[in-house]
């Protein structure tokens, strides 16, 4: 793919959406409540199913128009890399600005953004989150024990995760309500029961596993890009004070059960490839079934943002994907090295990315440091942790000299406790 290609669609310099992004996600016609997967070129939603009928993709092995009008990206997922990547190189050909004038029957496949509304895009059977910042497990561990014992013995050794909740996985748009659940003071001798005091945004990206595997199959580090789709944005609410109580022996459960929220739009790795950059070095030496070659980190541009009600937004922090010191071939080979099968559609989450500077924290815990040091916003209110009637939006993109390629946002508004 020539990567100056342009399009005869129009699209703005700072669009995440350029002709060299083609994200796949789930569309509902808001007039007729047809449900199709499509993809967003600039402001322009392009309906796959119809694009299929005016006679796109018949020469592609191995596809079926059938998948394009699901509820879910799953099938699609399932026709395999070699279908999907093609599908998107034909879009990309199809709208490329020198076939404009032989491809003008394809605009009957154009929608307008006002005119539907994302769904979330995969069915998601199973969601695991990792811990695999170093800035930000040094920054917790710093709060809660102190600097020379920040990070836990094990943490250089394995990408450390656990299993979330699917089902509360929601698609940017949405609202929730404030969680409620045990809470233990430090100054109280008993733990108390109310809406969480210290909600918190944690700013993730996750992937979507692309291909299946049977019990007792495990995915190495070489071989995992083959069994990762694509990438959304990420944001694993946190109830700092409910997981402060509840988290040890087993780890978080009502503090991020409540809520989570992605973007609309699954970025490819095949539109990601160009910004892979290098990451971390890790010492000591990771075990074999961890080692990687090349680079497998990628340049991805975060921000986030508070929006108080009736009011502008501030952004509070700015980080980047690179800062990861586990990547996700790392965390894909850990996550089966024990024979754990992996499903179409199953996410698993990168944890919060922190940078090493402060503006980079990636949840206000850090920016906040546990709330000793409030924000100022834009409207003169403070913030240590998240109110009600806050929306928090999340913003990702990879730039280079030629090309743009981002997500979109990923935002919900916080309601009071219900």
């Excluded at 669609?9 to 569309?27: E, R, T, V």
């Excluded at 047809?34 to 402001?43: A, K, L, Q, W, Y």
């Excluded at 971390?280 to 074999?288: R, S």
Aim: proline residues 5%.
């Amino acid at each position: 793919m020539n990567s100056l290609a342009k399009s005869w669609i129009s699209i703005s310099a700072d669009s995440d959406f350029s002709i060299q992004n083609i994200p796949f996600g789930i569309i509902k016609h808001l007039k007729t409540q047809h449900i199709s997967v499509s993809t967003r070129i600039g402001d322009t939603i392009v309906d796959l199913s119809v694009l299929a009928d005016l006679g796109a993709f018949s020469s592609i092995k191995g596809f079926d128009k059938s998948t394009l009008t699901n509820l879910y990206l799953n099938d699609f997922i399932a026709l395999g890399k070699t279908v999907t990547s093609a599908v998107r190189l034909e879009i990309i050909e199809l709208f490329k600005e020198s076939n404009k004038d032989i491809n003008q029957k394809y605009t009957a496949s154009f929608l307008q953004l006002k005119d539907v509304e994302n769904l979330l895009p995969v069915k998601v059977g199973d969601y695991t989150d990792f811990y695999s910042s170093i800035d930000h497990a040094t920054n917790i561990g710093t709060m809660i024990r102190d600097p020379k014992n920040a990070l836990m013995p094990n943490w250089k050794y394995i990408p450390v995760g656990y299993h979330g909740r699917g089902s509360s996985i929601c698609v940017s748009g949405h609202t929730f309500h404030r969680p409620k659940g045990q809470q233990k003071p430090a100054d109280s001798e008993f733990p108390t029961f109310g809406p969480s005091k210290l909600l918190d945004f944690e700013l993730e990206t996750a992937y979507i596993v692309g291909k299946s595997t049977t019990l007792g199959e495990s995915i190495s580090t070489e071989k995992a890009d083959d069994y990762i789709f694509g990438m959304v944005l990420f944001n694993d609410w946190s109830a700092r004070d409910i997981q402060t109580w509840e988290y040890i022996p087993l780890g978080p459960f009502l503090s991020k059960n409540f809520a989570s929220t992605i973007s609309a739009w699954v970025v490819t790795l095949d539109a990601l490839e160009p910004f892979r950059t290098k990451g971390y070095t890790q010492e000591p030496k990771v075990f074999p079934y961890l080692e990687y070659r090349g680079n497998k980190n990628i340049d991805i541009k975060l921000e986030v943002a508070i929006m108080p009600e009736n009011s502008s937004e501030t952004v509070i922090c700015n980080s980047n994907y690179k800062y990861m010191y586990w990547t996700m071939e790392q965390q894909l080979a850990h996550h089966t090295i024990n024979g754990c099968n992996v499903n179409i559609g199953d996410m698993m989450g990168s944890g919060t990315i922190s940078g090493p500077e402060p503006h980079e924290y990636g949840s206000m815990m850090e920016l906040s440091w546990k709330g000793t040091k409030p924000l100022k916003l834009n409207d003169g209110s403070e913030r240590k942790f998240i109110n009600d009637h806050d929306t928090v939006i999340l913003r990702g993109y990879c730039q280079n000299e030629n090309i743009r390629v981002g997500f979109g946002e990923c935002k919900a508004k916080v309601l009071p406790a219900n």
